[in-house]
């Protein structure tokens, strides 16, 4: 079993600033990446970023310049830094784990920007 601890999120105005961070636990085997993804109402869950075992980053374009993915690998953490956000920005934000192509899911939490 692994599991996925997030921290994080919350209501934000506008223009606001909020830190998300995931940590790894359980029967954890060659991480090989870890990251953010979300989920808005009606819509499907979507990449935010991820960053590999060997400090490569990948960022939707909508939120490149704004977030900023960081992960130690080793210790099997990993956070997202997200400025300037957006309303557009509110969903259910969900740290993912990668290990030799399986895939873990932590339980989600809720990023909600007001206009």
């Known amino acids: 079993q692994v599991q996925l601890a997030e921290s994080g999120g919350g209501l934000v105005q506008t223009g606001g600033s909020l830190r998300l961070s995931c940590a790894a636990s359980g029967n954890i085997f060659s991480m090989n990446a870890m990251g953010w993804y979300r989920q808005a109402p009606g819509k499907q869950r979507e990449l935010v970023a991820t960053?590999?075992?060997?400090?490569?980053?990948n960022y939707a374009d909508s939120v490149k310049g704004r977030f900023t993915i960081s992960g130690d690998i080793a210790k099997n953490t990993v956070t997202l830094q997200m400025n300037s956000l957006k309303p557009e920005d509110t969903a259910v934000y969900y740290c993912n784990a990668d290990m030799l192509g399986y895939s873990y899911w932590g339980q989600g939490t809720q990023v909600t920007v007001s206009s």
């Open positions: 960053v590999n075992r060997g400090g490569l980053t």
